[in-house]
């Protein structure tokens, strides 16, 4: 499974090396790891990870993706072999993204399949939450999502149905805190989103899982043969993987804010996992970064029920399938785009 064989390198100063067909992680001078090099779909190393030449030379010649991040999980670079996308699709792609019509339906079907996943969010936190007071605001924000969710379908442009999701967002965020264990909340307060750098703890997780996410729904937008940087919701803009940004918003609540939550509830995270630095920057610990990681691996390993395709299927795997159906809107093999609400 393509989204399953994906290599994350945490640990600073680690070296990858080729041996034969297998990658081998050394670290000062010790070997960590080897993995046989037909197991790997992608290569993701984050912060000051050394790659023999060779190592990348192999991975480009097998069409694996070898991403370099920050630190911080920001994306830097990607190295891959030649583009080896459908260029019929992507003329199409192309075409769609000049009809108005065309980029606001699926611009609503990508919202829509945040809000709907959101609402599920807070829904299973008031059914979950002991507090009173906390399972009226969480059960009052999940309504004000559904009335934007009727908005959303009358919107008559682009222009509005960002509005209405920087909106429900907005509201969004602000009771998501209530979802925290109470002697928790302190140390995860969430001011509204921040980011580049984020300023609190639970922006800090959010941000960096966030990236990850955003990583694997570029890899399956190119899967297909789409062109990541062209998109129908988000604005194009050089560098920006406007499609992949698209196809992450549905997956934002089901793979990242619960995923967050989950880690602090279980107390998988607490307030010293994470540095504060001089101008108000926080960002994780390099230990607390590899367990959410591994968290986030863990995550996509889960099976949930595809609504369309009526089968269970791992998370890791929903962003290729829905980057599919996408595919298939674009070349008008579909009425619409469908995105991933699981129930």
């Known amino acids: 499974m393509q989204i399953l064989n994906t290599l994350y390198v945490t640990q600073p100063e680690s070296y990858l090396h080729l041996d034969n067909d297998t990658l081998r992680i050394e670290i000062e001078h010790e070997t960590r790891l080897r993995v046989p090099l037909h197991h790997l779909s992608a290569v993701i190393c984050f912060g000051h990870v050394l790659v023999s030449p060779i190592l990348m030379h192999r991975l480009a010649d097998e069409g694996k993706s070898l991403v370099l991040l920050d630190s911080h999980g920001r994306f830097k670079a990607r190295l891959e072999g030649p583009v080896s996308g459908n260029v019929l699709l992507r003329q199409a792609q192309h075409r769609r993204t000049a009809a108005t019509d065309f980029c606001v339906t699926v611009a609503?079907?990508?919202?829509?399949?945040?809000?709907?996943?959101?609402?599920?969010?807070?829904q299973r936190g008031a059914r979950e939450t002991g507090r009173?007071?906390?399972?009226?605001?969480?059960a009052d924000t999940a309504d004000e999502l559904t009335r934007a969710l009727a908005r959303l379908e009358h919107a008559p442009d682009l222009d509005a149905v960002r509005g209405i999701?920087?909106?429900?967002?907005?509201?969004?965020?602000?009771?998501?805190?209530?979802?925290v264990r109470p002697d928790a909340r302190s140390a995860f307060t969430l001011s509204g989103r921040t980011r580049r750098p984020p300023l609190d703890r639970m922006n800090a997780l959010l941000s960096f899982l966030y990236a990850m996410l955003m990583n694997d729904a570029r890899s399956a937008i190119e899967s297909v043969g789409?062109?990541?940087?062209?998109?129908?919701?988000?604005?194009?803009?050089p560098g920006r993987a406007a499609l992949a940004l698209d196809l992450m918003e549905e997956f934002r609540p089901l793979l990242a804010d619960r995923l967050a939550l989950t880690l602090i509830n279980r107390r998988q995270l607490d307030a010293d996992d994470?540095?504060?630095h001089p101008g108000g920057a926080v960002t994780l610990k390099d230990d607390a970064r590899k367990e959410v990681v591994t968290a986030y691996q863990e995550r996509k390993q889960e099976t949930l029920a595809h609504p369309l395709l009526q089968t269970q299927l791992a998370l890791g795997l929903a962003p290729f399938v829905q980057a599919r159906l996408i595919a298939r809107t674009v070349r008008g093999d579909a009425e619409g785009y469908l995105p991933f609400t699981p129930r």
């Not at 609503?108 to 807070?122: D, E, F, T, Y």
């Not at 009173?132 to 969480?138: K, R, V």
């Not at 999701?165 to 979802?179: C, M, N, T, V």
Request: hydrophobic share 50%.
């Open 108 to 122: 609503k079907a990508c919202i829509a399949g945040k809000l709907k996943n959101c609402r599920q969010v807070l």
């Open 132 to 138: 009173e007071d906390d399972n009226a605001a969480l």
């Open 165 to 179: 999701e920087g909106d429900a967002a907005k509201r969004y965020f602000a009771a998501l805190p209530l979802i």
């Open 226 to 237: 789409l062109d990541p940087q062209i998109g129908f919701l988000h604005a194009v803009r």
């Open 274 to 276: 994470f540095v504060e």
